[in-house]
């Protein structure tokens, strides 16, 4: 069973850090990795994807990514109260169609 | 943008009876999903589908069956209600093999 895991939370940041989130995943051959948010009784919306290992940047938002580790991670810069959610970690398993997702970071920003 | 449609955001159903939950994606997709929701157990993968009247099983199928007549709508059918199927259902589409998902608003099921 391919696995996907990521620390539960909740992680809490002050207004304006650095927010990092990180998750593992246990299929060596999977080339494709996703970052969802979702704030609470709503569904996922996507933040991120990222194909390359190295850094990959958008807005407030970098994913990196390290195959040789198997680990991928999502920084949030100036991190903002409305940045408050659960971040989902998402896995394309190789091979499939089936998009395994971890059970996500909760994020809560301090104001 | 890419839309994608749950047509019911919240449903009651009693036990046994026969629930759908259509979704409708506007973007010519090839590639829909159903996936469930539940505290502590994450996104789970019912059904998923690679092309019209094509459909695959995915993590959790029992109890489940699916549709798709068109490429632009994917149909999950519960076939007899049961209260352990009580959950959020997701429905997400994806253009090609590795895009990423886009989903739909979900629809908060309670079977009593």
């Known amino acids: 069973q391919k696995e996907v895991e990521q620390n539960s939370g909740p992680l809490s940041v002050p207004e304006g850090a650095i927010a990092s989130l990180n998750c593992t995943y246990s299929d060596r051959g999977s080339q494709s990795f996703f970052w969802y948010r979702q704030y609470s009784g709503k569904s996922p919306e996507l933040i991120m994807f990222i194909y390359s290992n190295g850094d990959k940047e958008d807005g407030r938002f970098t994913a990196q990514l390290n195959k040789a580790s198997q680990y991928v991670s999502l920084l949030i810069r100036d991190s903002q109260p409305s940045d408050s959610a659960t971040y989902l970690c998402?896995?394309?398993?190789?091979?499939?169609?089936?998009?395994?997702f971890g059970t996500g970071t909760r994020l809560k920003v301090l104001a | 943008d890419v839309k994608v449609t749950q047509s019911s955001r919240y449903l009651v159903k009693r036990t046994g009876e026969k629930v759908f939950l259509e979704c409708v994606q506007d973007m010519d997709h090839e590639n829909m999903f159903w996936y469930r929701q539940d505290p502590g157990l994450g996104l789970r993968l019912i059904y998923f589908s690679y092309d019209v009247k094509m459909k695959e099983k995915g993590d959790i199928p029992e109890g489940y069956s699916v549709s798709r007549e068109k490429k632009e709508r994917f149909s999950l059918i519960l076939e007899s209600a049961s209260t352990n199927q009580t959950s959020m259902y997701l429905c997400?589409?994806?253009?090609?093999?590795?895009?990423?998902?886009?989903f739909g608003n979900g629809t908060r099921l309670t079977v009593t």
């Open positions: 998402a896995v394309l398993v190789s091979g499939t169609y089936k998009y395994i």
């Open positions: 997400a589409s994806s253009w090609k093999d590795n895009s990423p998902l886009h």
